[in-house]
């Protein structure tokens, strides 16, 4: 086990991909404590908002590999696919699934206004605007850059 960990720490890839996830979080939280003037600990584990901390790790990992292993390499094409299926799903599927929620929750809303139900509200805030994903995509890469 120590090895392994060892070996984690040493993996400059993983280590350059796990900051800028904690990077893009932080900025997150940054943001919210500025828009909203208080602190809330889901901002820095939860999903969406400004910027996609996906696309930047995504993104990151991507340009770290094919600066590493050189970007006509298998492994630069496996992350660099990985990276658009990520950005993809973070911006098109959960985005939707965003909107499906807010809808769901209106509906909820007026069927509890008239008396008839009591459930929990679904988490709208899921998916990634196309800004918040290029911006992710844009500090993944600065950050590969910087540390590679």
């Given at each position: 086990?120590?090895?392994?960990?060892?070996?984690?720490?040493?993996?400059?890839?993983?280590?350059?991909?796990?900051?800028?996830?904690?990077?893009?979080?932080a900025?997150?939280?940054?943001?919210?404590?500025?828009?909203?003037?208080?602190?809330?600990?889901?901002?820095?584990?939860?999903?969406?908002?400004?910027?996609?901390?996906?696309?930047?790790?995504?993104?990151?990992?991507?340009?770290?590999?094919?600066?590493?292993?050189?970007?006509?390499?298998?492994?630069?094409?496996?992350?660099?696919?990985?990276?658009?299926?990520?950005?993809?799903?973070?911006?098109?599927?959960?985005?939707?699934?965003?909107?499906?929620?807010?809808?769901?929750n209106?509906?909820?809303?007026?069927?509890?206004?008239?008396?008839?139900?009591?459930e929990?509200?679904?988490r709208?805030?899921?998916?990634?605007?196309?800004?918040?994903?290029?911006?992710?995509?844009?500090?993944g890469?600065?950050?590969?850059?910087?540390?590679?």
């Open positions: 086990m120590k090895d392994v960990l060892t070996q984690l720490v040493k993996n400059k890839i993983f280590i350059t991909t796990l900051s800028a996830w904690l990077i893009a979080q900025i997150k939280v940054l943001i919210g404590v500025i828009r909203l003037r208080r602190f809330d600990f889901r901002w820095f584990v939860g999903t969406g908002g400004m910027p996609s901390a996906h696309a930047a790790g995504a993104s990151c990992l991507a340009t770290a590999v094919g600066f590493e292993r050189g970007f006509d390499s298998i492994y630069f094409a496996l992350a660099a696919s990985f990276a658009i299926v990520v950005m993809f799903d973070a911006q098109g599927v959960r985005r939707a699934t965003g909107r499906q929620a807010r809808i769901l209106k509906v909820m809303d007026d069927i509890y206004w008239q008396g008839r139900i009591q929990e509200r679904l709208e805030l899921v998916g990634h605007t196309p800004v918040e994903v290029i911006a992710g995509f844009l500090l890469i600065i950050i590969a850059l910087v540390s590679c």
